[in-house]
């Protein structure tokens, strides 16, 4: 079992910049590829990053490349998304989740993930 609890969502206005973290426990050493999602009011949730075990690969859905940027510290049991030059299309709630059966690679599916947290709420104003 693997408990995910994300923080540092925010009310910010365009332009501005967020970190968001992800610490995870439980059965930590089963922790795999981590994946960022986001829910924005009224549509359904979407994928955002993911990073494999290591951290060397990281992959981005196109809305958010160049701007977001995902990293994981494994001594801490902690992933993190640095968001820089929000827009208010990035308001939504932002989850953080794990994969514990694929030991290589960083899949973008949500199909992929095992165990969730709870979400963050990030708030853009324009």
């Known amino acids: 079992q693997v408990l995910l609890v994300e923080s540092g969502g925010e009310s910010v206005q365009a332009g501005g910049s967020l970190r968001l973290s992800c610490t995870y426990s439980g059965h930590t050493s089963s922790v795999y590829a981590m994946g960022w999602f986001r829910q924005p009011p009224g549509k359904e949730r979407e994928p955002v990053a993911a990073?494999?075990?290591?951290?060397?690969?990281?992959k981005y859905t196109d809305s958010v490349k160049g701007r977001f940027t995902m990293s994981r510290d494994n001594a801490k049991h902690t992933v993190y998304l640095q968001m820089n030059s929000l827009k208010a299309e990035d308001t939504a709630v932002y989850y953080c989740?794990?994969?514990?059966?694929?030991?290589?690679?960083?899949?973008?599916?949500?199909?992929?993930?095992?165990?969730w947290g709870q979400g963050t709420q990030v708030t853009v104003s324009s």
């Open positions: 989740a794990a994969d514990t059966a694929t030991q290589w690679g960083a899949p973008i599916s949500q199909d992929e993930y095992d165990y």
């Open positions: 990073i494999n075990w290591s951290g060397g690969t990281t």
